[in-house]
């Protein structure tokens, strides 16, 4: 399918069918829908009765393979999961064996005489290893092969791989779009999850970190040291990444900051008196200082330090930054 707010971006490609690249790279923010929009592109191109418009029919043999997920040549690179399904704190990539599996099998003959496709999402997924060995195809691709990457972080992809491809960037949708399909699914607290979520509609549900995380902006609010070694240990006991938690104080600290410019939050807004007196009674020079901080943390969001450790020291520098020491 194809979400609304992309379906100029859809008439587009469609328009210029016959004039198909060996590459297509979709760029946007995530949760978006540019997976959707990239699935209904490979449905299209492997469709054995597309319509005048170039869809698919959604009728033949094609499209039903498809739908059901065996499609003999439609391939899809992905992240791999643990085989019990939990990802907790592990960095998912896409491997250099996953590219090798595909690249060997779309040098032979099409199955069904068509089209071959290669879905990869997201692209930046890909470590340095696999990278390169989807770069070498794409260098000489195979012919009647197409490719079809997805990114929610094009600055992080090898630019001789960007080069290779016909970019599209597949905007957000508007406020008033997100905000409508997110009260049409019947989700609750819509406008302050998709405040959080930067106007992404289509993030996942997941009421415990929706609860951890309104726990700790309650506490940023009014920190106490017996509450920051209560609230470390119980994140520390959901196996959530030290990612996560910098995600979330990143925001908070961001509000802050507009805050002291006189401006609304973008991240918490059922939580805009709180931010403002924080913001009230600190500077701007220590809000940068412990924002460099979390920065410096960054590259280590998914590291094997101890989070408990992490989270611990993180709030114990904010408290004394809230405390104006």
Known sequence: MIYPWHASQWRQLAGHWQNQPNAWLFTGRENTGKTAFARFVAKALLCESPTAGNEPCGDCASCHLLEQGSHPDFYELAPELPEDGAVGRKLLQIKIDAVRGIVDNIYLTSVRGGRRVVLVHPAEAMNVQAANGLLKVLEEPPSHVVFLLVTHARDKLLPT???????????????????????????????????????????????????????????????????????????????????????WLHKWLLDIGLAQQGMPPLYYPDFAGESAKTAAKTDAGRLFALAGRLNRLVPYGYHTLSVKMQLESLLIDYLDFWQNK
């Open 161 to 247: 791989i960007k080069s290779r491809c016909r970019q599209m960037l597949l905007p957000a949708p508007s406020h008033q779009e997100a905000l409508a399909y997110l009260n049409d699914k019947g989700v609750a607290d819509a406008g302050s999850l998709l405040a959080f979520h930067s106007g992404a509609p289509l993030f996942d549900h997941m009421p415990e970190a929706d609860e951890m995380r309104a726990e700790l902006i309650r506490l940023l609010a009014a920190p106490r040291l017996l509450a920051i070694l209560d609230y470390a240990a119980a994140f520390d006991k959901q196996k959530q990444p030290l990612a996560v938690f910098l995600d």
